[in-house]
């Protein structure tokens, strides 16, 4: 199974690789890039919340496991 980079990273790599950053434009995108990594767990796990038995049965989880993942706060991983 291979591996994909998400966009971002592969942006951000493509940056650091061609020129440094200015301590404060790396500030920023490293917190655009943790604003991001936040805003979707939130939705990933608000969806999942509202996912039917049914559909929690297709993808291998049990209504009370899912409860827990969709509880987690966004920022915790």
């Given at each position: 199974?291979?591996?994909?980079?998400?966009?971002?990273?592969?942006?951000?790599?493509?940056?650091?690789?061609?020129?440094?950053?200015?301590?404060?434009?790396?500030?920023?995108?490293?917190?655009?890039?943790?604003?991001?990594?936040?805003?979707?767990?939130?939705?990933?796990?608000?969806?999942?919340?509202?996912?039917?038995?049914h559909l929690l049965?297709?993808?291998?989880?049990?209504?009370?496991?899912?409860?827990?993942?969709?509880?987690?706060?966004?920022?915790?991983?």
């Amino acid at each position: 199974m291979t591996q994909t980079t998400p966009p971002l990273t592969s942006d951000l790599r493509y940056l650091t690789d061609h020129r440094p950053l200015a301590p404060i434009t790396a500030s920023v995108l490293r917190l655009a890039v943790l604003l991001d990594k936040w805003s979707t767990r939130r939705r990933t796990r608000r969806a999942l919340s509202q996912l039917e038995p049914h559909l929690l049965n297709d993808i291998g989880l049990d209504l009370e496991t899912a409860r827990q993942e969709a509880q987690r706060a966004f920022w915790l991983g």
